[in-house]
């Protein structure tokens, strides 16, 4: 018996050696990397690690009819040379994302420009320049940001070009100089609020050549709330209400100065402040609505900037826009709460499954003021109307067709027309088609 004994306890030792063994070595050798789907792309995932490739192409073919609203061979012949219609790549990225732990993440993208002429990214004239490019902490309910970054902006400038409704972003974005810019900024975040401010230096597009001068500087804070987010099988029912505020000083850099393209276009810039009114500081505030009722949808901004030239000038300027989006298929945007910013348009039906994918019918004002201007022959008040349909047949790829009408109205008659008449008024009519994709 204790032979019987010995034999099946000998044997039972056996196993459990091979198994500790075994189970010693499945331990010891860590999982292979897995490659998962990821926003269009295969992301590579190694315990807390990830990588990911990531880009996006927009090809933009457009339509541009300029009107001097003054019939005198006086005026400038340049505009009227602006009509004509032209094809584009309006941007193009390549870079990278991922993490090094849950917490320790970066991203870096390059904005490649196949018809640069030149090196200067700050005209958007250089073969390569830089996008987002930041190492970010990322804890349960805060972040800190450290490079190039656009964490503070206001909402329709911290919405991604994929996801914004239009072409181009409006008049105040454009003309106030918002984007991105080299600093660190911090974030306290809940799933339907975000609180952020950031200290900033100049982009690292700019050029450091001259190190015995100092470099523009700025600090700025938005924060956003959400009191209604709820989702459901319908869609989204929203109200977004956010505050943004932005101090900036030249230092030795250029001053500072406002000017509106016309809205969707590339023509010239009609309505300006002069190099006389350049400010060598400004501050700009602004306030941001936005609501989504499922497949319908509205955003608004009001922005208004205070600034002094260095001989001590006073200069006002403002503007807004009204946004509103309906979707012809039902979809809703999404909306990420803890950035107080929206995302794609994920089509519920794609046409891979037999479906029509995403239609949407945009409308939009957009006004921006800068008449009050004290110098200068080009200030005044720039408006404009624009409408658009948007098709996205699969995600991650969308098509959208623009009309746009911007009025540019001067203070000063510059041009020596007959007396009595007024500013030489222009207007540009903009029809714009886009080709976009994203990985």
């Known amino acids: 018996m204790k032979n019987v004994l010995s034999k099946v306890a000998l044997a039972a030792l056996a196993v459990g050696g091979v198994t500790g063994v075994n189970s010693a070595a499945h331990a010891q050798t860590p999982p292979p990397p897995t490659i998962q789907p990821m ?82 990214a700050t005209t958007g004239d250089a073969a390569v320049a830089v996008d987002d490019a930041y190492l970010e902490y990322a804890g349960d309910f805060f972040s800190v940001v450290i490079g190039e970054n656009n964490v503070t902006a206001p909402l329709e400038d911290r919405t991604s070009s994929l996801d914004i409704p239009f072409l181009e972003r409006s008049s105040i974005i454009n003309a106030y100089g918002y984007g991105r810019a080299a600093g660190v900024a911090g974030l306290v975040t809940g799933a339907n609020w975000m609180a952020a401010i950031g200290v900033y230096g100049d982009s690292l597009n700019n050029s450091d050549s001259n190190f015995a001068n100092s470099e523009q500087t700025s600090i700025s804070g938005r924060f956003t709330w959400a009191p209604i987010f709820e989702t459901s099988p319908d869609g989204v029912t929203l109200l977004h209400l956010g505050v943004s505020a932005r101090q900036r000083y030249n230092g030795d850099d250029a001053l500072f100065r406002y000017r509106p393209r016309p809205l969707n276009g590339r023509g010239s810039r009609w309505v300006e402040s002069s190099s006389g009114s350049a400010t060598q ?93 004290d110098a200068g022959t080009a200030r005044g008040e720039q408006t404009a109307y624009a409408f658009g349909v948007n098709w996205v047949p699969i995600d991650h790829v969308r098509f959208m067709l623009n009309y746009a009408s911007t009025e540019m109205d001067r203070v000063v008659n510059t041009f020596p027309v007959a007396p009595g008449i007024s500013a030489p008024d222009a207007e540009a009519d903009v029809i714009s088609l886009r080709t976009q994709f994203d990985f």
């Open 39 to 120: 926003n269009g792309a295969p992301e590579i995932r190694d315990g807390e690690q990830r990588f990911k490739v990531r880009g996006r192409l927009q090809y933009d073919v457009y339509s541009n009819e300029w009107d001097a609203g003054v019939d005198s061979p006086l005026v400038s012949p340049s505009v009227d040379a602006e009509d004509g219609s032209r094809s584009y790549v309006r941007r193009a990225f390549l870079g990278v994302q991922g993490r090094f732990s849950d917490n320790w993440r970066y991203k870096v993208d390059f904005v490649l420009n196949p018809g640069a002429s030149g090196d200067d």
């Open 281 to 373: 500081d400004d501050l700009s505030y602004g306030f941001e609505v936005a609501g989504q009722w499922n497949a319908f949808g509205f955003t608004g901004e009001y922005i208004t900037l205070e600034g002094e030239t260095p001989a001590g000038v006073q200069v006002e300027s403002d503007g807004y826009y009204v946004d509103l989006t309906w979707s012809l298929t039902g979809e809703a945007r999404s909306y990420r709460g803890n950035q107080g910013s929206f995302g794609p348009v994920v089509p519920h039906n794609p046409v891979t499954e037999g479906g029509w994918g995403h239609w949407g019918l945009i409308a939009r004002y957009d006004f921006i003021d800068l008449s009050d201007i």
